[in-house]
């Protein structure tokens, strides 16, 4: 019945999420070629085949029925530039969110306030952009697909500090509407939609598990250690570097189908969770452990260049994040990673179904409510932790899959357990404080 | 000891707000010296000497630390444009608001948001951005003057959907570190900040009518019917055309030294309140009465070009309120004032002071509390209407001033009568509810 090869049918991809090293995204204002040109050049000498890419919301679409067109040929032309060097591009649409900063186009703040998810008269003027954008780059041949927009989730769950409040039906409404209106003129990409971890372990996030697996053509994983495993687990535990196979993991458990494409769309080595000088190994060993997942479509690298210091207010973190400096300089993890590159086209990780699957009760799946049960803090990751420790390499089955034989079967999974058979602490359990004082190491600065 | 002389120093000076008639402000993204050219010469076309600008804030100052010399260099251009068709230029800083939409940068909003009135890094950077503005044109002979931004007081009052909280003594601080900044590069410019009629009336607006009416090098009056006087008064009732001469007088009363000039910065004719065939009479009706006062340095119409019909969720008023329309055609309102200008100069009106006062309490003018007592809905305007109706011409003067028998001098005033002594209705006794539905003409449309 499972006809599994270890043969990836297409090459694991390779890509980075590209902020660029001059002015960073407001770069787009000051739109210069030369500059686009130097800093793909530098992605593409790491061996990286792809890059994702972010235009801001407010300076494509000024006025609600305002789409600038030099805006979105400049959005073109990086992907022609990108061409010269070998390199494919996927674009997000509605930035939106962007390490740390929101941006949003006046028409719908403050005396024009409306919510961006269930507004008609938004929701059809993000369409007219997110059609701009697919149509200026749909017939360009090294082209992915677009994402919605970076993390659009974090505008509607509670800890935003102007939350969208929006229900998961409105949610899967919004995120249907806006990957319909892209298919439309953009048939053959992969489109999809992304948001942060929220998604997969907060029972009031708007948008759920079952949207975040199921709506687009590939699931979109977004890895920080520091947003709450560097803070439940002290440096040098293997849950922080396990964490992205976790997620990995968790986006394959709440797929419908057992073939549906995982992208591993973010993942960065955020200091101090991440020590400065362990960056490389930090990327390695997070990535490791997902490479022989069938599944993975790719794994792209935040960032590629550091934010310069010349820019003020940044989480401290996010000046350190990149895979080369601001002065297009590649750094040891960016080495590492093209070593891993390299090595990988010699010689690919052969794909492996992971035979042993921790069983969860997914609660009500279409409210997402009991999804918290997967949170790092809780028994289930400290389960799958304690699995991986005595080498059984587990994924993650949802309870109300098991009866499905067949479903199973191509997933290769033989042998389901549950947490209590596991017998393992959670971190929670385990450390009644915080083991490091890295806490808020995001939010926190930004909101003092 | 009262040397008036009855000719201007100067001719009065008329001006207009420059909203472009492509892209409305947003046009600065796509700046273009053609279509500047052409509104500017469209502007000139009518007679008028000046214009202000408007710069938004978040493209100019799109991180704290990164001001774009591309974009302050466009600020530039505008003026020298300017000087092509013998225009003056007067330059706002910090947009921030302007017909509805406020325009803050990422970096104090949301996530990062902060008070831009209060935050030591925030007045820092704007004092750079203010000081970068003033230093580009300085040189430049066709240049005025800066305002700090267009009413920038609007995000500390109460009614702001994300007020900034603000107390009188921090408003004034901040106000004083950016007019100093400014004075510092260009010593010899005429500047000063704006605001909104609520510093006039509304006791817990914290930019005082003091400050109003001290700080920078002069008094600058918004005039809007639509703020309460068309919701008080009903259409044809002299109080809507004489509007602007109160708020004139109130800013003249309101000044320390009785020669501070006053600036008619913004006075517009909105619909419905005025009917769109009225917008001369209007125009023609709310000018004439201050045009004899000794202190009125100029008049600057809002807005010189109609914001085009292809811009979306404009307040309905904000499309039809130019002096031409997006097409760059002289309206009926430009025609009337070019005749206005064109008979100024051949013949200008001679100065008057006014020599009956009508006295107010003004209250604890440290705080501003008691200001209200001037509100279009209370005896004072009340009086100073029926004093108008009787011919007598009023200015206004503050209780605390009367014993100053120089300052009384200076002003020319001989007659100071109270509001027990006129004895007129306020409208809002007269009318228990508004007389027309024209009530949240502005800010009702867009908080809906």
């Known amino acids: 019945m499972n006809s599994f090869s270890p043969i990836r049918r297409q090459p694991l991809r390779w890509g980075v999420n590209y902020t660029p090293s001059e002015g960073w995204f407001h770069s787009w204002q000051d739109f210069s070629l030369d500059a686009v040109k130097a800093d ?40 022609d530039v990108a061409a010269e060097f070998g390199l494919d591009v996927s674009v997000d649409g509605l930035q939106g ?53 970076n993390e659009t989730n974090q505008f ?56 975040a697996a199921s709506l687009g053509n590939s699931t979109a994983v977004h890895s920080w250690v520091f947003t709450s495993v560097a803070r439940l687990f002290p440096a040098g535990h293997p849950a922080r570097t396990l964490f992205a196979d976790y997620l990995v993991q968790l986006a394959e458990s709440w797929a419908e189908s057992a073939d549906r494409p995982v992208w591993l769309q973010e993942i960065g080595a955020p200091h101090p969770a991440v020590a400065m000088d362990g960056a490389a190994d930090f990327l390695e060993q997070s990535l490791r452990p997902s490479m022989d997942t069938p599944n993975l479509w790719g794994v792209t690298w935040w960032c590629s260049h550091d934010v310069s210091r010349k820019l003020a207010d940044f989480p401290e973190l996010e000046y350190t994040l990149g895979l080369l400096d601001s002065d297009r300089t590649v750094k040891p993890a960016g080495r590492r990673l093209a070593e891993i590159i390299a090595e990988e086209k010699r010689n690919p990780t052969p794909l492996r179904q992971r035979s042993t699957a921790l069983a969860f009760d997914a609660g009500d799946e279409a409210t997402g409510i009991g999804r918290s049960v997967t949170d790092p803090s809780g028994e289930v990751f400290a389960a799958w932790l304690e699995l991986t420790a005595r080498g059984e390499n587990p994924t993650l089955v949802r309870e109300s899959r098991l009866t499905d034989a067949a479903y199973l079967a191509a997933r290769g999974i ?35």
């Open 97 to 149: 969110h962007l390490s740390s900063y929101d941006f949003l186009p006046s028409w719908v703040t403050s005396w024009h306030r409306r919510n961006i998810f269930t507004d008609p008269d938004v929701i059809a003027a993000e369409v007219e952009l997110v059609t701009a954008l697919a149509a200026e780059v749909t017939s360009r041949p090294n082209v992915l697909g677009m994402t919605l927009g």
């Open 414 to 448: 033989t042998n389901v357990v549950s947490t209590a058979h596991v017998g393992a602490i959670p971190a929670a359990a385990a450390n009644a404080a915080p083991v490091e004082s890295d806490a808020n190491i995001w939010t926190g600065q930004v909101q003092a």
């Open 40 to 79: 793909l050049e530098s992605i593409a000498s790491i061996g990286l085949d792809h890059v994702r890419i972010f235009p801001l919301w407010p300076l494509l679409q000024p006025n609600r029925s305002l789409i600038r067109p030099a805006g979105i040929a400049d959005v073109g032309k990086v992907v």
């Open 156 to 211: 509607a769950v509670e800890r935003h500090p102007d939350k969208q409040t929006t229900t998961p039906a409105q949610m899967g409404e919004w995120i249907n509407t806006l990957l319909t209106a892209v298919q439309k003129v953009w048939p053959e990409g992969m489109h999809q939609h992304s948001f942060d971890d929220n998604v997969w372990f907060i029972d009031s996030a708007p948008v759920t598990p079952r949207q």
